[in-house]
Structures are given as C-alpha cells and as structure tokens.
C-alpha cells in the first residue's frame, strides 16, 4: 500500500538546469497537487490538477510546468532552475475537490 | 487570496497539559476544515477535519469549528512529548474550491 510516491527524494541542480519530479499515486483518487514549502512561508500551491485531463495554477506557478500523464501520474518540471526554487516539494492527492488531502514523502531540491 | 492563519508559536506546555492551537480563515465560504500535523523532516499527516460547528473528538484531540466567528481550533489533551510537531491548519479556497489553502503552522514543544 504505497500511497503517493514521489521521486527522487533528494536533488542538487545548477542554476539553468532543468528537471522534473515525479509523482505517482495508488488510491485511485482524482485529484492531484504539488507544494512547496520554505522556512516561514507553510505550504504554498504551485499547481493542481482536479482530474485527468485538467490542470490549473496555484499560488505560485511562476517557473513551473506540470504534465497530468494519466489518472496516476502527475509531474512538475522546472525549465530552468533558480536558487529561489530551492525548498522541499510535495506532491499529494485527493478523492475529490474537498476531501483531506494525502501527501507523499517529499523532495528536497536545492539549486546552488 | 484567501488566507489561513495560524500563530507560529513556538507554544511550549508540560507534558500532561491541555495544548490549543488556533486558526482563523478569511473566506466565509469555507465548509472544512483541516488539523495536519508534520514532524521536522517529515510529510504532513492528516490527524482531524471538521465541517461541523462546534466539536469532535478523536482521541486526546478534539478540534472546534465557530463559523461565524471563522475560528478553528485544536485541543490536545493529555499533551505527550510525541505530540512536539508542527500543526498545520488547512481549509478550501472556497465553497467546492480544490485549492486547499494552509496555514504557515504552530510548533509545538511539549516538555517532559
């Protein structure tokens, strides 16, 4: 019973690289997110995708692109990686639009 | 933007103390709400929701919902030091929105 899987769970890029992390999830739900979270700020919404097929932007979507590839699988990609971009990531997901959402493990990025 | 806020503490009670974490919203059109909690390194995890006015109990934890008022509350009674975390407080960026909105969190440090 997995849950929402994210990978990796660690990386360090160069400013300019690009990336993408992974997002998977296995209880069949609908709808997906992807946070940030820096010291002082809480979780901030970068983008969400409330089904198969759709996605929409959050609080924060500047740099960012996201691919929702089938019910399962949701993943964000930065272009060209700044040091602001350094935090922990999560991805998460829910049954439907107001349920308690479910969260993966993280990912620390770091862009030096 | 709707906001979430939460005192970012730290709020400090002894072990075997009653801990209250509080949390008001902005958007009158929020009908859940939600008590994550998050340990230092850590994913959030889901410990309560509430839709209801007044309270619930779960456990040690009972959380309280004013609507009128835009108040959300966590009680933690018998506060042990596992319970040192950071509690997150979340709600929908309105009525059926799927943006969940959170607040930046209360850290709590229980002493033995």
């Known amino acids: 019973n997995a849950g929402v899987t994210q990978t990796p769970k660690f990386q360090v890029l160069k400013t300019g690289q690009s990336m993408t992390l992974q997002c998977a999830q296995d209880m069949n739900h609908n709808s997906m997110y992807w946070y940030r979270q820096d010291p002082g700020m809480g979780l901030r919404l970068i983008y969400y995708s409330a089904s198969e097929g759709t996605t929409d932007k959050g609080e924060v979507p500047n740099g960012y692109n996201v691919s929702r590839l089938n019910k399962r699988e949701f993943s964000l990609r930065l272009e060209s990686a700044a040091p602001s971009q350094t935090s922990v990531y999560f991805c998460a997901s829910i049954v439907r639009g107001t349920g308690p959402l479910h969260f993966g493990n993280g990912t620390r990025l770091t862009v030096t | 933007q709707k906001e979430v806020e939460q005192n970012s503490g730290p709020l400090s009670v002894p072990e075997g103390a009653i801990a209250s974490l509080n949390c008001t919203y902005s958007?009158?059109?929020?009908?859940?709400f939600f008590w994550y909690r998050q340990y230092s390194g850590k994913s959030p995890e889901l410990i309560m929701f509430i839709y209801s006015n007044g309270d619930k109990e779960d456990g040690r934890f009972t959380a309280q919902l004013n609507k009128a008022s835009q108040y959300v509350s966590l009680l933690i009674r018998d506060s042990q030091p596992s319970d040192s975390a950071t509690y997150l407080c979340a709600a929908p960026s309105g009525a059926g929105s799927y943006q969940l909105t959170f607040g930046k969190g209360t850290k709590l440090s229980v002493i033995p």
């Open positions: 958007d009158r059109g929020s009908q859940s």
